[in-house]
């Protein structure tokens, strides 16, 4: 068969976004091209995630509704999901296979095989075997450093998902910089479940000091971390923030502003290091944007224990929250926890932490309006800045020669509450 065609549905985190581009740019150098949804693709890669039951739910809807929509068409399942509940996605008819994260860069040949395309075999070495990832439909590149996680948190599920902790090469992760700055990506996001926890090849943490070597080899391109845990937040990461091209945001998980909830959840601090941490960075950085992760009404969660993340992030002004509404996950000592707290507390706490997160990044705004920043154009009117402002522009219909992924300068001047998508608006400034 000629003029294959694939299409992506991705769920989930940024490591996800990463694999997907992967996988398409390698059967794209098996000439198959990626297309959307809507061009009635002959293969649908569904790349999911299961950080939530939510998440499960919406995996199973998206794989049913391929199935339906595009019949005839192979429908493979990969990811998270895939990984841990292998067996429940091959109970769907219609699905032609079910891959999980162990194998995933080894899909491209089954892929081939089940059209019986003569073909090299693409390479398939580990989970980093994706060789040079350029972005497929977006403008910034992720680069996966690192893989699975060591901790035992008690409500997560992802180490069953992605295994324990793997490391990059540094030279592969050098090599790969210089080829997204070399094919003029203007940003490159590091990913991994877990990024402070890099290892070097000795298993010494050495995050710092794989960034030191990433900064010094920047000229055009700038990085920006996709999450760090609160333990890897310290005075050394605070220095290398204030290089020119690193950009001014942080995404720190918090999940709980209590410690006696913190010490249920086993996670590795309490709410008062926490502060402390972030402190460090705001001290140096007082304009830094930090997003945070917190679960809404994990088992024996009180009213107090709950407002204690509310006064945290109010305390420390962070810019944006992602809630989650705390759901049991199979397998994980948290499952075996006493679930008190009814649905419909956990809507009204994730209800109030998005008015909150609302209101956090309306007040971030405010301290940034006027100024101009760096921003990296994301389509023809959308700006996305270093400190992770994204800013619908006004006046860029009269500029025909503006490129999609170009840096320009910009300046937020305007805020509309009721567009929840695109609140921001701005201009574009000749400097």
Known sequence: MQNLRVSFQTLGCRLNIFE?????????????????????????????????????????????????????????????YAETDKAVIENIPGVTGVVGNSEKSNLPNLILEKFNIPNTPLKNLDRF??????????????????????????????????????????????????????NGIGEIILTGVNLGWYRDENGDKAFNLLLEDILKILEYSRIRLSSIEPSDVNSTLSKLISHPRFCK???????????????????????????KRIEIILKDHPNIFIGTDIIAGFPGET???????IQMVKDLGISKIHAFPYSPRKGTVAENLTDSITKDEKRKRVFELNSLSENM???????????????????SNQVLTDNYLKISLVNSSNLPNLKV?????????????????????????KL
């Open 20 to 80: 997907s581009d992967g996988l398409s740019n390698a059967l794209k150098n098996a000439g198959i091209k990626t297309v959307s949804m809507e061009e009635d693709p002959e293969i649908v890669i569904v790349n999911t995630c299961t950080v939530t039951n939510k998440a499960d739910s919406k995996n199973r809807n998206i794989i049913r509704s391929a199935i339906k929509n595009h019949p005839g068409s192979q429908v493979w399942v990969t990811g998270c």
């Open 129 to 182: 075997s994706y060789s040079d990832v350029l972005p497929v439909n977006h403008t910034r590149a992720y680069l996966k450093i690192q893989d699975g996680c060591n901790r035992v948190c008690s409500y997560c599920k992802i180490p069953s998902a992605r295994g324990k902790g793997v490391s990059r090469k540094k030279d592969d992760i050098l090599d790969q910089i210089k080829f997204l700055q070399d």
């Open 249 to 275: 945001y942080l995404h720190v998980p918090l999940q709980s502003g209590n410690s006696e909830i913190l010490r249920k959840m086993k996670r590795s601090y309490t709410a008062e290091t926490f502060h």
């Open 303 to 309: 009213n107090q224990e709950f407002n204690d993340s």
């Open 361 to 379: 990044y309306y007040e971030y705004y405010k301290k940034n309006e006027n100024k101009i920043f760096e921003g990296i154009l994301e389509s």
């Open 405 to 429: 992924g170009q840096f320009i300068s910009v300046k937020p001047n305007g805020y509309n509450k009721e567009d929840r998508n695109h609140p921001i608006t701005g201009e574009l400034v």
